[in-house]
Structures are given as C-alpha cells and as structure tokens.
C-alpha cells in the first residue's frame, strides 16, 4: 500500500532558526514528490522534485530529493512567524491515475 | 487573483440532503481534482476528470459523483450527505499529469 511519512509531526521554534522537515515514501509508479504549505485555507505549492540530488530552492526554503533512500527534506533557514503553517508532503503516483498520496503533514509554529 | 475558485466558502446541509459543491479555474488547465481533507487527516483523492474522462478512486463512496461540463467548471455532488461526510473539499487543477497541482480554497462541510 502506497504511504507517506512525515515527521516530526509537529515543530515549535523561534524566530530566525533553521528547521528540517522530513518526508519517507512508498509509492508505486513514483514520478515526483511535492511540498505544499498549508495555512488556514488549500495547500500552497512549494516544490516538485523528479530527480535525486539536485537541490530546490525559494527564499529561505529549500528541498531535496533521495530516490535511493526514498525520502526527501525541505529546510527552511531564518525562520519568520509567517512560516508558521502545516507542511505537507505528497507522492505522486504517476501513470493513469495520477493521485497524489500525502503524508499527514508537520505542524511548525514558530514564536517570535 | 485567484484562479482556482470554489464556492461556497462554507456550506451547511442537513443530513440525507443532497448537496453541491463547485469549483472554477481561469488556468484552462485539463487536469481538475477532488479531496476530502478531514480534520488532522492527509487530503484524500476522490476523483479526477483528464479532460471530459472520469476517474473515480476505488474507495471513493457511490455517494460522491462529479460532474464536469466544461473546462472551466467542476462539480461534486454528494447525494446524502452523512456525518462522516463533514470535511475540507478541496478542488485541485494542473495542466496535465506531470504538472504540479494548484488548489482553490476548499468548501467546509458541515453536517446537521
């Protein structure tokens, strides 16, 4: 059966650290793994990742991908209150039905 | 500006009566998805349309149709909404099956 993992499944920090999300996955006809944040509304998209090793970045975030290992991180450096969301991780499952399969999602609050 | 739209924001319906919730996109894109996202739970794929072709995920409920008319437009239909139906619905697009997928909002279910 298809899953995704996510830990630690919730984060508090300060303001202005540096945090690693983490994200395991088994999914079948893997074509790509997605980083979405979720505030009080839908999921934002962050990040896809296809291929193994090369990094991502946007701002202060960034995410990599390790098709060996299954597994993928993102980071997020200097850390601010808007970050302050549910991170979600998501395999997609690619041929006909395209689905993705989320992971339960890491909760980050970050005080001032 | 928002290009994934759903409406309503909100919805409350009374248990066994059928409700329906909409989604619109400006991105004309062919991909258009729906998912139930219940409270601390991972978004569950319902069904997705690849152009005008339906396709229903095998766990998804006979009670949950869809219904999509045109390339802008996608419905879900929930002909007797039960309590257990109380949820996010999330409506998703993307241009095609590799491409990331974009969500609107979400309605908020409420059940009586």
């Known amino acids: 059966e298809d899953k995704v993992v996510q830990s630690p499944l919730s984060l508090v920090v300060h303001e202005g650290d540096t945090v690693t999300l983490n994200c395991s996955y088994e999914?079948?006809?893997?074509?790509?793994l997605l980083w979405y944040k979720q505030e009080k509304k839908a999921p934002t998209f962050l990040f896809m990742l296809?291929?193994?090793?090369i990094e991502k970045k946007s701002g202060r975030l960034s995410s990599i991908l390790d098709k060996k290992e299954l597994f993928s991180i993102l980071n997020i450096t200097a850390t601010q209150t808007g970050d302050s969301a549910i991170y979600l991780c998501a395999g997609d499952h690619g041929g006909a039905t395209n689905k993705l399969i989320f992971g339960t999602g890491t909760l980050l609050a970050v005080q001032p | 500006d928002a290009m994934v739209i759903q409406n309503p924001r909100y919805q409350v319906t009374q248990f066994g009566k059928p409700v329906t919730l909409s989604c619109s996109q400006t991105l004309n894109h062919n991909v258009m998805y729906w998912y139930q996202q219940k409270s601390s739970q991972a978004p569950k794929l319902l069904f997705h349309y690849y152009d005008k072709d339906f396709n229903n995920e095998a766990d998804t409920p006979d009670n949950f149709q869809s219904r999509r008319p045109n390339t802008s437009f996608c419905f879900l239909d929930i002909r007797s909404p039960g309590l257990g139906d109380a949820a996010m619905y999330l409506c998703?697009?993307?241009?095609?099956?590799?491409?990331?997928?974009?969500f609107g909002d979400g309605t908020r279910l409420s059940i009586l």
């Open positions: 999914v079948t006809n893997f074509r790509s």
């Open positions: 998703a697009t993307s241009r095609d099956r590799e491409r990331p997928q974009h």
């Open positions: 296809t291929s193994s090793g």
